[in-house]
């Protein structure tokens, strides 16, 4: 069964730190672009950062800038979406998804892709 599953979302106050995961299964996640996205109430799907297939280079949103870092660990066919420093604006509902393609932060650019269900992480005090 090909799939992605997200974990390691939670409560946590701000200042804290998170470190969320992206696990493949049924196909192997180093050959795909890996973003991460987050949406919270109201507001629109954004990008946080990705991480291409090829050279492992990695691309992040002006708002995260300094404060996440996106990793792979291919032995584990698993991306890694290490957060520090987070905010209560970093609240939402964070997902990971795969596409054969250039590392985008346009998550429209991963619509044929594979897509997990989301983790939410909250960020309060």
């Known amino acids: 069964q090909v799939q992605l599953v997200e974990s390691g979302g939670d409560l946590v106050q701000p200042g804290g730190s998170l470190r969320l995961s992206c696990a493949a299964s049924?196909?192997?996640?180093?050959?795909?672009?890996v973003g991460w996205f987050r949406q919270a109430p109201g507001k629109e799907r954004e990008g946080v950062s990705c991480?291409?297939?090829?050279?492992?280079?990695?691309y992040y949103a002006d708002s995260v800038k300094g404060r996440f870092t996106i990793s792979r660990d291919n032995a584990k066919n698993t991306v890694y979406l290490q957060m520090n420093s987070l905010k209560p604006e970093d609240t939402a509902v964070y997902y990971c998804?795969?596409?054969?393609?250039?590392?985008?932060?346009?998550?429209?650019?991963?619509?044929?892709?594979?897509w997990g269900q989301g983790t939410q992480v909250t960020v309060s005090s």
């Open positions: 998804a795969a596409e054969d393609l250039m590392p985008s932060l346009d998550y429209s650019d991963y619509e044929s892709g594979y």
């Open positions: 049924g196909f192997t996640l180093h050959y795909y672009a």
């Open positions: 991480i291409s297939s090829s050279d492992g280079s990695t």
